[in-house]
């Protein structure tokens, strides 16, 4: 078996308890979901911060209790969200980094977003790609179209990403690429040779393009951000099982998921 490394989204910034109510929003509920998704086998968590409305927060005070509650739990690896949500201004969620979690998401290009607009201003982009070098925080680069490849690629040619670079290839948001075989494809041909990446499928998209990443050599990433759903008519119950679900799927491959001591290898982490 090849190795693969599996990363659980626990919360996001869209959905609510409303729309499941197993979905975790408080940071305790948020590191016993970290906790339970590392039991399952996901090396990662990718943390989106909620304030006690509910609502994404770029709260740095709300960031360091949620890392800390995670690791007094857990070895799980921490990676936390600077997108943190739509309304949130670019400013706020670019000050996360300040607390220095091991990998934090970059978000290379403004799009829309669903009925959304997703604001990443090219010269803030450019701003948190230092501070991020400068910090030592590993950047995931998030790509939702084949134009933001381009955007991530010129990143790194001004100096500002350490290598290896890592992507994440989001398929299937409304105002980015759809979640088909041909798209994925066709981002994976263009990434470095060196790099390393994940797909993400949203909502109903998510089993089969996660599934196919993982046949194709990437890694791949689950959880309640990015479906809310086990299967058709069937709310998840938790992110665990989300997680167990993918990890059966990549052994069924043989690609076996790795523990967080061999992802830190893997993704080159100091």
């Not at 290379?108 to 070098?133: I, Q, Y």
């Not at 990446?197 to 990443?213: D, E, K, P, S």
């Not at 938790?238 to 290898?265: C, F």
Request: net charge negative.
């Amino acid at each position: 078996m090849t190795d693969a490394v599996v990363t659980a989204a626990l919360t996001g910034p869209i959905a609510t308890k409303r729309d499941n109510p197993a979905l975790p929003t408080t940071p305790d509920e948020i590191a016993a979901a970290a906790e339970a998704a590392y039991r399952a086998g996901a090396a990662i968590v990718h943390i989106h911060l909620r304030d006690e409305a509910g609502l994404p927060t770029a709260d740095v005070e709300v960031a360091r209790r949620v890392m800390g509650l995670i690791e007094s739990r857990c070895p799980v690896l921490v990676q936390l969200s600077t997108g943190v949500g739509l309304d949130v201004p670019f400013e706020d969620r670019e000050a996360l980094v300040e607390v220095s979690p091991q990998m934090a998401t970059l978000n290379v290009c403004s799009m829309s977003f669903g009925t959304g607009e997703f604001r990443n201003p090219p010269d803030g982009v450019r701003r948190l790609a230092s501070r991020m070098r400068d910090l030592g925080v590993k950047p995931e680069l998030e790509i939702y179209d084949t134009g933001h490849l381009d955007v991530a690629l010129g990143l790194d040619a001004e100096g500002l990403l350490a290598h290896p670079l890592q992507f994440s290839i989001v398929l299937g948001v409304k105002g980015g690429a759809p979640a088909t075989v041909e798209s994925l494809t066709a981002m994976v041909a263009r990434l470095p040779a060196d790099a390393i990446w994940q797909v993400i499928g949203i909502g109903r998209a998510n089993l089969q393009t996660t599934t196919i990443g993982l046949a194709l050599g990437g890694n791949a990433r689950t959880g309640m951000e990015d479906t809310l759903m086990l299967r058709r008519g069937e709310p998840a119950r938790s992110n665990a099982e989300l997680v167990e679900r993918l990890v059966t799927i990549a052994r069924a491959i043989e690609r076996e998921p790795v523990g967080p001591d061999r992802a830190k290898q893997l993704l080159s982490l100091s």
